[in-house]
């Protein structure tokens, strides 16, 4: 009996050791390659009702902004701005804009975002820019963060030069 408590508590502190030093090893390999492609929760493509369930669950202080089309929050600080697509009866999500209220140094913040969304940054004339999730665009400029889906925003630029 004693013998099987030692090997259980080697093989606990082994454990322990390994995920000390390689913390990826209890991710499962399904998550793996998974991205994050949200910012406060709100992500390209969520629909109206997964908007207002969400903003309940978190109890997110929210109100409707210039028009049907857009939710402003106040979220940890940040000014967070949900554009959705008004021509779609489901309204899905196209764009999320958070500025931030103290973003601190932009290495940092970079060297984070790129962390917390799995991508690498790719610098540019504006700022920084990610492809996270399912290819939305994540862009810095050192005060807000933008997340776009590219697909409908370029749809959305051709409906608005027809009219």
Not at 44 to 63: A, F, I, N, W
Not at 129 to 135: E, F, L, N, Q
Request: glycine share 8%.
């Amino acid at each position: 009996m004693k013998v099987a408590i030692v090997l259980a508590g080697l093989v606990v502190v082994a454990v322990a050791a390994i995920v000390a030093i390689q913390p990826s090893f209890l991710k499962p390999a399904s998550l793996a390659g998974v991205k994050k492609s949200d910012m406060f929760g709100f992500s390209p493509g969520m629909t109206s009702d997964e908007t207002t369930k969400l903003v309940t669950q978190r109890h997110y202080l929210c109100r409707q902004g210039r028009g049907s089309q857009t939710l402003e929050c106040e979220i940890n600080g940040a000014k967070v701005t949900v554009y959705s697509d008004d021509a779609d009866a489901r309204r899905p999500i196209w764009r999320v804009h958070a500025e931030l209220n103290n973003p601190g140094p932009q290495e940092a913040a970079v060297k984070s975002i790129s962390d917390q969304f799995n991508a690498e940054a790719v610098k540019d004339q504006d700022g920084w820019t990610w492809i996270v999730g399912r290819g939305f665009k994540l862009s810095y400029d050192g005060t807000a963060l933008n997340l776009v889906d590219a697909s409908a925003e370029a749809r959305l630029r051709k409906t608005d030069a027809k009219r």
